[in-house]
């Protein structure tokens, strides 16, 4: 009632000594509150803000200047609750303004906020404030005001729009400090295959692309990739994409980068891998002794590769010493002429693990072992560019069978003798050691050394 008296008391009196007028305070910068403004009967007793938490009485001047005390301290794009508690009559307005761009004024999109509307409550009245992204960080300015029956209309300067020049409220301004926007902590990380192929690489040096999942999504999506290795081995990019190496089975690992207590793993299970050669080791069949007695014999021999599970192929071949002989794909030496030879084993499936086994013959080409050493045969010019010329110094009408294999003991050219002196053309044969063997029907053997060049 005393408001209401008070009311009629003003509107008469101005009416009877003024007329109707208004003050413009619009284009004023953080404007002042106008001295008309009358705080006796509704103000603000409290304001509790992102930190701030202020409580007070009725100001002087229908006016709280809070700007120097603790700021609140908001993020953008972090809600928080402004609460207002009033003292109330009736029908009472409460309003706040925030100058997020921070240009003295509070008139600007986005910046003009109802917290409560013909309240008939002391509250509090509270309003959840979202600071924008387009918001400058910084001190920034915030006016809370409380209006009698919505005089000003929701006016930050809290002027009269009415024309009576009497308003019932206060104003207060407080200082919050605008924080950059927050990263998103990190919550989870979930490791899978992409696409949710099975988890599974079956082809030899085959690859996987792995996918992580961080939540929530609006956290940093970046990872750390690695292999925690199993019975098998593996490598993975920065990428995610997983190589086999060896069968078994490995863990796809991905840590967060924002939080690395945030991780997870998927099992994978590789198959069908060349498992990598340790060694190889050469022995003879049945381990009899490492040597050929008999013309024209053969010694069968054994490559062993670790582990068992490697590939077990080798390829063999024939390391002149003092002897020559030849070999097989399947490693059975065959004795040409005395002396000594290495049986090689390489693995094909890396052939940097070899071993070899030297071989002792004897006993060779006994009927014609003097051919060459006797001067029986001459064989000229050695070294030979192209023609080879084999001449026989006694000729018996005896057929020979000539051959020449190269260092690994494969055969390179073969032909009949049927003159005491033949010409051989080796123009298409590659610079290098070559074994000539002569062979008599009874499979006598008789070998000498010759250069290609």
């Known amino acids: ?116 509307s013909a309240a008939n409550s002391s509250g509090p009245h509270t309003l959840s404030i979202t600071p924008p992204a387009t918001a ?10 409380v209006d009698y029956d919505n005089y000003t209309d929701g006016d930050p300067c809290m002027v009269d729009l009415s024309g009576w020049d009497e308003i019932y409220g206060e104003a207060e301004d407080y200082t919050i400090n605008v924080q950059g926007a927050a990263t998103p902590v990190v919550t989870s990380v979930m490791v899978a295959t992409q696409a ?12 996987l692309q792995m996918a992580a999942t961080v939540l929530p999504a609006a956290a940093p999506q970046t990872v ?22 060896t069968n078994g089975t490995v863990w796809a690992k991905a840590v967060s980068t924002a939080d690395t207590s945030k991780k997870d793993s998927l099992a994978l299970t590789i198959s069908n891998q060349e498992v990598a050669v340790a060694s190889v080791s050469v022995a003879t069949q049945a381990s009899v002794p490492a040597a050929i007695t008999t013309n024209g014999g053969t010694l069968q021999m054994t490559a062993t590769v670790l582990p068992a599970n490697a590939t077990q192929s080798v390829t063999w071949s024939i390391v002149p010493g003092t002897g ?42 006994t009927s014609i072992n003097d ?9 000229y010019p050695n070294p030979v560019n192209n023609e080879l010329s084999i001449d026989f110094k006694s000729w018996t009408a005896e057929v020979f069978t000539i051959s020449l294999t190269n260092v690994l003991g494969q055969e390179v050219y073969k032909a009949s003798l049927n003159n005491k002196k033949t010409s051989h053309n080796l123009s298409n044969l590659a610079p290098g050691t070559y074994i000539l063997s002569l062979t008599d029907a009874k499979g006598n053997r008789s070998g000498i050394k010759i250069n290609k060049q």
């Open 224 to 245: 750390t990739w690695s292999i925690v290795p199993g019975t098998g081995t593996a490598t993975i990019s920065a990428a995610g994409l997983v190589t086999a190496q």
């Open 324 to 365: 020559t002989a030849t070999i097989s794909t399947a490693g059975l030496v065959s004795a040409q002429t005395n002396g000594t030879v290495w049986a090689k084993a390489v693995s094909t499936a890396d052939a940097s693990k070899y071993d070899s086994l030297e071989i002792l013959i004897s006993n060779q080409g």
């Open 371 to 379: 051919l060459f050493t006797s001067g029986a045969v001459a064989v």
């Open 1 to 116: 009632m005393k408001k209401q008296l008070k009311l009629l008391s003003a509107a008469l009196c101005s009416f009877v000594t003024l007329g109707f007028s208004s003050m413009d305070a619009h284009s004023q910068t953080y404007c002042t509150i106008p001295a008309y403004v009358d705080n006796f009967a509704e103000w603000i007793t409290n304001v509790t803000f992102a930190g701030i938490n202020q409580s007070s009485g009725a100001n002087a001047g229908s006016y709280g200047n809070y700007t120097t005390g603790t700021p609140g301290n908001v993020i953008i794009g972090t809600a928080a609750t402004l609460s207002v508690t009033i003292e109330y009559d009736a029908d009472d307005y409460i309003y706040a303004f925030i100058d997020w761009n921070q240009n003295g004024s509070f008139t600007d999109p986005g910046e003009f906020y109802t917290v409560a």
């Open 136 to 145: 400058l960080t910084g001190n920034t300015r915030m006016r809370v005001i």
């Open 196 to 207: 949710g192929a099975p988890a599974e690489i079956t082809t030899i040096a085959g690859t």
